[in-house]
Every structure is written in structure tokens, then in C-alpha cells.
T-cell receptor
Framework: DAGVIQSPRHEVTEMGQEVTLRCKPISGHNSPFWYRQTMMRGLELLIYFNNNVPIDDSGMPEDRFSAKMPNASFSTLKIQPSEPRDSAVYFC????????????FGPGTRLTVL | GESVGLHLPTLSVQEGDNSIINCAYSNSASDYFIWYKQESGKGPQFIIDIRSNMDKRQGQRVTVLLNKTVKHLSLQIAATQPGDSAVYFCAEIFSGNTPLVFGKGTRLSVIA
């Protein structure tokens, strides 16, 4: 099992650019969770899905952030336009059926916005 | 690898000694708790969990203790090894299928 796959692993962009982070949950899992990790705020849940439907997006910081689950095996997190304060490590985790107590984390994407 | 938190509390332990990592959780109504380990450049990994109807649970070399009276959780690692060096997070679930709430983390540094 390849586990959760995230791409890219590192992204450096300039302020104002659009950034798209990608996540492939574990095969058979239909619930991706997106987290952001920073030194100041720790690990924060942004949004999670179950069966392609967003269940809780209360952690999404603002309208510049959007997330989709176009199919059962893929999710994206988009930031448009990006700002330096968006610099963080973004993790995708997956669970089998939306259960929040059993999540498997991917390796993360380190985003740097200059 | 990714730097999780340069300002995290740090616990330094001699190899072979036992480690105790503490966590104060926020909600007295939380009914499920998990400890995660995060190594540099990786995502958090599940270590052990405990439900609120228990006060102790043991795994392989790890033990979690729960004190609901003072809202305190601890992770004990026996015979600490260099591979245990990581940041450790506690997480709680308030009830049902609500999202995990993570603590700030503690960095464990094992001295060989």
C-alpha cells in the first residue's frame, strides 16, 4: 500500500500566484482531510470530505482557500491568490469512511510564498 | 526536513531511559484521545489511543495514562531509542465524529 500521496512535496511561489496542492488518499479510503501546520498555530484542520462531499470546512481560513474532491481517489487544495502568511506545511490525511478517529497522514507539502 | 516547531517544549532523554511526555487537554467532555509521532519531514503517525472510560492503555513499549480529573494525558516510552526522537502530539475528540483537536506538541530528543 502506497499510503497517502501528496504532490508536490515542496512548492515555492511568489505572492499573488495560484497554488494547487494535490492528495491521493489511501486506496479504498473516501475521506481526505486537509491540515495546515505552522510553528505558531500548530496543526490545524482546514476541511474534510466524505464521499466527495465537504463535511466540515470551518477551518478554511478565508475565501482565497478552496478544496475539492472531484472523484473518490483525488482531492485538491487551492490557494488563490497566495500570500506569504500561507507559508506552511500542508498535510492530507485519509480515513476509510469519514471517521475522524482513524486518519493516516501523508508526507505533506511544504509551501513557501515569497 | 520540515521544521515542525522551533519553539516547542523539548524533552531530552538518555538512550535506554524511560520517557514521559505530558499533555493537558482542553475539553472535559472529550471522549477519545490519540498520541501521534511526527518525525522530521513526515506526517504524524498514530502511536496509541485511549477512550475516556479507561485510565491506562499499553502498547509495545508505550503506555498512555489518562487522568480525567485534571484533564491530563501522558505518554510513557520505555527504553527510549534514538528512533524515538520526534515531535509527539496529543489529540482529542470532543464527541462522536467531531474533528481531532491537536495539542502543540513536545519534541523528544534522545541522547545516544
Amino acid at each position: 500500500d502506497a499510503g497517502v500521496i501528496q504532490s508536490p512535496r515542496h512548492e515555492v511561489t511568489e505572492m499573488g500566484q495560484e497554488v494547487t496542492l494535490r492528495c491521493k488518499p489511501i486506496s479504498g479510503h473516501n475521506s481526505p482531510f486537509w491540515y495546515r501546520q505552522t510553528m505558531m498555530r500548530g496543526l490545524e484542520l482546514l476541511i474534510y470530505f466524505n464521499n466527495n462531499v465537504p463535511i466540515d470546512d470551518s477551518g478554511m481560513p478565508e475565501d482565497r482557500f478552496s478544496a475539492k474532491m472531484p472523484n473518490a481517489s483525488f482531492s485538491t487544495l487551492k490557494i488563490q491568490p497566495s500570500e506569504p502568511r500561507d507559508s506552511a506545511v500542508y498535510f492530507c490525511a485519509s480515513s476509510l469512511d469519514g471517521s475522524t478517529d482513524t486518519q493516516y497522514f501523508g508526507p505533506g507539502t511544504r509551501l513557501t510564498v515569497l | 526536513g520540515e521544521s515542525v516547531g522551533l519553539h516547542l517544549p523539548t524533552l531530552s532523554v538518555q538512550e535506554g531511559d524511560n520517557s514521559i511526555i505530558n499533555c493537558a487537554y482542553s475539553n472535559s467532555a472529550s471522549d477519545y484521545f490519540i498520541w501521534y509521532k511526527q518525525e522530521s519531514g513526515k506526517g504524524p503517525q498514530f502511536i496509541i489511543d485511549i477512550r475516556s472510560n479507561m485510565d491506562k492503555r499499553q502498547g509495545q513499549r508505550v503506555t498512555v495514562l489518562l487522568n480525567k480529573t485534571v484533564k491530563h494525558l501522558s505518554l510513557q516510552i520505555a527504553a527510549t531509542q534514538p528512533g524515538d526522537s520526534a515531535v509527539y502530539f496529543c489529540a482529542e475528540i470532543f464527541s462522536g465524529n467531531t474533528p481531532l483537536v491537536f495539542g502543540k506538541g513536545t519534541r523528544l530528543s534522545v541522547i545516544a
